[in-house]
């Protein structure tokens, strides 16, 4: 099984740059969060959660797949 050089690159700096984005993405979630009406918290909420946690695992996958030759 052959991996490949560009999807390794980029996954390499994506594991470094994720936990910026998630802590930029939280810290603007927290400055509007009082700012908007219920409806708009618990969907901005909700679908920072969900791609948080879609990254994360596509992340690890890739990481344990690809990075690691597996």
Partial sequence: VLSSLPLQVMLYFNVYYFPVWCLAEGMMLHLKYHLLPWHYQFL????????????????YLGYLGNLQEK
């Fill in 44 to 59: 901005l909420v909700t679908a920072f959660l969900i791609l948080s946690l879609a990254e994360g695992s596509r992340l």
